[in-house]
């Protein structure tokens, strides 16, 4: 078994976590399913519509390209590309049937099609070397990154382009430190201003601490690189508050 430099980490994230991750984190997002896109409107100032523009960018599609979102929550990824490309065949797995459920009514009012699955990430239910492109975003921290990095690599096609962003712990201490001031700031407001009901109160703290706990942007890159993805660009956005990165499951022989 191969062994992995942030192994231990993960132990002791899933260690602290896990209780969380099985038990409440459903209920937290069934919760602010009908609030998400605009408390984290509120929680980026207004920046959260400019990063997802900034991170679209980056995705590489073409034309019937199939796309997996993972994670996909209200859709806006998968939106934002059928905006680009109508002819994309893209598909959409979540844990939380929620979020699903506002995802699929936003993809209906803009005339897309996105094929839905509820699922745990953490074993995707579709076939090895499958998609031409995987994206994940904005919840990474809530899952064993490992595992689930491995799972995205395996349904990949060889060449294939997965595509990360998600608040990351900053590896300037000083930021760090302002960071976690402002999400302290931030869990004491946003659950009174939007009226969230007993499971995300109870999380609030666990928000933070999954922060504290995770990775920044080059270790993210170091995770990649180990999984055996090539071609890894790691991007540091608002001091290394949020990272973009990028990978290519490496080419068969023959594509060369």
Not at 64 to 81: E, W
Not at 191 to 198: A, N, V, Y
């Amino acid at each position: 078994m191969m062994k992995y430099c942030y192994a231990g980490k993960e132990n002791d994230r899933e260690k602290a976590f896990q209780p969380i991750w099985s038990n409440d984190i459903d209920a937290v997002f069934s919760d602010v399913a009908r609030y998400y896109d605009r408390a984290n409107i509120f929680a980026t100032l207004g920046l959260l519509n400019t990063l997802q523009d900034r991170f679209i960018s980056t995705i590489d599609i073409q034309p019937s390209h199939k796309v997996l979102d993972v994670c996909a929550g209200t859709n806006v990824i998968g939106i934002n590309l059928l905006k680009r490309q109508p002819n994309l065949d893209v598909h959409a797995v979540d844990r939380s049937v929620a979020m699903q459920e506002v995802g699929r009514d936003r993809a209906t009012r803009h005339g897309f099609q996105i094929k839905s699955y509820i699922s745990d990430v953490h074993r995707l239910p579709f076939p090895d070397n499958h998609f031409d492109v995987v994206t994940l975003q904005w919840a990474t921290r809530h899952l064993r990154v490992i595992e689930v990095f491995s799972e995205i690599n395996r349904v990949l096609k060889p060449g294939g382009h997965f595509h990360h962003c998600d608040m990351l712990r900053p590896a300037n201490k000083l930021v760090e430190k302002m960071y976690y001031l402002y999400l302290k700031v931030l869990m004491g407001v946003i659950p009174r201003l939007f009226r969230s009901g007993p499971a995300s109160m109870k999380c609030r703290n666990y928000f933070i601490q999954a922060i504290r706990m995770f990775y920044s942007t080059e270790e993210l890159s170091t995770i990649l690189s180990e999984l055996g993805f090539s071609h890894i660009n790691g991007r540091s956005v608002l001091g290394g508050a949020v990272g973009f990165h990028k990978a290519r499951k490496p080419p068969l022989p023959s594509q060369i």
